[in-house]
């Protein structure tokens, strides 16, 4: 079992944070399917701190009564500035706050951010320590880390320099992305180091991240690094499917068939009104057909089905699809090529 601070997770496999992804309806359905813990979309420190109460923003906010435990992630250059809006997150309703020491998009690095904090331990720890400091002792602070920032000596050192000093200050896990931040999609995630960093940090809650397509990969990544729990990322976008699918794994048993026609169409248009509550129809309909054109793996026409998501700007044109293609309960299939990555690299949603 994976425990994050107070909070025992049924299933070691989370959704991950995902910059234009994991908003509320996103991780709405992925509750909805199995998933223990969700982890919405980094935002900026600033951001949140300058949040009105907004129609167009108020989602970043919102956790509801069957949301929980749910992270919300922060991002920042400066530690004085993350406090604030640790709180605020925390008074939102968030039951964990992590910070990103990851993101490699060349904006955010360049503002001092994410991954770059990776190469300045004394900044990343100080960081740690403000939201540690801030936050009350009950609600568990995490981190969001990659390898290092190169394949240096210097920047390994730095990595395992702000770990431990992340897990002294209190932080109760840290997610590993087996990359590094100059690496940022290309390549392999580096499974051996997280199998290393287990090792070197026994009873520690330690996440991998990393090359996390489909169930098996999860389940995989579990027994072969020794983790304590995943995060599943691109593999769980249009695949919410995902946390059922590695639970029965986990449990021993086969994999189950993948969901029909109309168990997909079921879980698509949930996904929407998910989408429909907190934004409006136009903007839930952009957001859906991003993740349309992956839910479409699933079907057994599937280059088709994508194509009619991809050509989708409206309303009725969303519904045309499930007329034109979701109208039979034919079998669904497993995704093809659940190892090549699908999503484009971070481009990562910053407000
Ligand atoms: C489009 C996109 C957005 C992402 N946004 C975030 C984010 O907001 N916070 C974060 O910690 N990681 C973010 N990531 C990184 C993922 O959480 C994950 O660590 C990475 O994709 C590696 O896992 P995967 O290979 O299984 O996808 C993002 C990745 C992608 C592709």
Known sequence: MLQIGPYKLHLPVVQAALSGYSDWPMRAIARRLGAPYTICEVMVDSFVNSLKERERTRHFLLVTEDDHPAGAQLMGAVPDEFPAAACRLVDAGF???????????KKVLGRCRGGFHLGQPDV??????CVRDAVPAEVPVTLKMRRGVDDTQQSRDQFFEILSGAFDAGVAAVTVHGRTVMQRYDG??????LKQICAEFPGRTILG????????DCVRMLRETGVSGVTAARGAIGNPWIFSQAQALLAGESLPAAPTVWQQKEVIQAHFNFGLQVYSEKRAVKQLRKFGMRYADWHP???????????????????????????DDLPGVYPRNPGLPKAPAATAFLP
């Open 209 to 216: 991240s990393g090359d996390l397509f489909c169930a098996e």
């Open 124 to 129: 990343a720890l100080k960081i740690v320590k």
């Open 301 to 327: 026409a599937s280059e088709h089905v994508r194509a009619a998501f991809i050509k989708v700007t409206r309303l009725a044109e969303w519904n045309q699809v499930f007329s034109d293609w979701y109208a």
């Open 188 to 193: 392999p995630s580096d499974w051996g180091f």
């Open 95 to 105: 039951d964990v706050i992590d910070i990103n020491f990851g993101c490699p998009v």
